[in-house]
């Protein structure tokens, strides 16, 4: 009788510890699934690649005219220039340290021909600066960036 309690209570642990397992896998799916509708809504958003630019001939070579791509004045602190695949009028907000999205400007240019986004790539992102010392002193950056389609009154900002 010893031992058939030893198995009963042997069972019954190894039921429990069996059932915790499927509780916590259960959990872990349900986790999953809100993590990937997450990031189906945040289709808009990428990991990107900052660089800077100016109007210089440096800067833009033959395309040094001080005009954008899409015809309006480039504004520091509103013109970004990205990749042919996102709309004139895109507004870009970036990712701060604390994990909110701040304004970063509005797609008016057209970066580097060779730079087509592809998809679980870096989009490569291009801010406008007045001063081309100011555009070589940026550098470098990295960081995660939302894109919103443009809304259909854009050049009013761009005025």
Known sequence: MNRLKWIFYVSVIWLLNTAENLVKKLIKCIFLLVLIAQLQAD?????????????????????????????????????????K?????SRVFIKDKKGKYQYLGLCED???????????????????????EDA??????FGTVKILKPKKDWRKATK
Not at 117 to 127: A, L, Q, R
Not at 136 to 141: A, E, S, Y
Request: with cysteine; proline share 4%.
């Open 110 to 132: 057209r970066g580097n021909p060779k730079y087509i986004y592809k998809k679980d790539e870096f989009i490569c992102i291009d801010v406008f600066f007045s001063k081309h």
């Open 85 to 89: 695949n996102f709309a004139f009028g």
């Open 43 to 83: 289709q808009d958003v990428y990991m990107a690649k900052f660089t800077a630019y100016c109007a210089c001939e440096k800067c833009c070579g033959k395309w040094a005219d001080g005009i954008t791509a899409s015809n309006t004045l480039p504004v520091q602190g509103r013109t970004l220039a990205l990749p």
């Open 136 to 141: 070589k002193k940026f550098g470098v950056k």
